[in-house]
């Protein structure tokens, strides 16, 4: 079965770092398109990252553009985010996914595998 295990969460103060991995079973991974979504309370899960896993195409979310990246190691068939200069808003419960082939890469919909998330706090 496809298993999905973030980890690297925690609580950082407003500019700092955290880096997110993902480690992935299951699946033939380096087929897969990878992505990372996050969500607070009340609102719907928003894409953040995510890769094609055709054509190896990067896409990020506006509001991280600049000062996340996303990447993958094949060999290790591990997904990782690297958060740089947080800030407050960032705050969410981030989920590492995968897909045969998302047609929306930022769109949750259309993602199939989920991983349980890790809680990432930036403190003002």
């Known amino acids: 079965q496809v298993q999905l295990a973030e980890s690297g969460g925690g609580s950082v103060q407003a500019g700092g770092s955290l880096r997110l991995s993902c480690v992935v079973s299951g699946i033939s991974f380096r087929l897969y398109a990878v992505g990372w979504f996050r969500q607070t309370p009340g609102k719907e899960r928003e894409g953040v990252a995510a890769?094609?896993?055709?054509?190896?195409?990067?896409t990020y979310a506006d509001s991280v553009k600049g000062r996340f990246t996303i990447s993958r190691d094949n060999a290790k068939e591990t997904l990782y985010l690297q958060m740089d200069h947080l800030k407050p808003e960032d705050t969410a419960k981030y989920f590492c996914?995968?897909?045969?082939?998302?047609?929306?890469?930022?769109?949750?919909?259309?993602?199939?595998?989920w991983g349980l998330g890790t809680q990432v706090t930036v403190r003002p």
């Open positions: 996914a995968v897909d045969a082939a998302p047609l929306d890469a930022l769109d949750s919909k259309w993602w199939d595998y």
């Open positions: 890769i094609d896993g055709e054509t190896g195409d990067f």
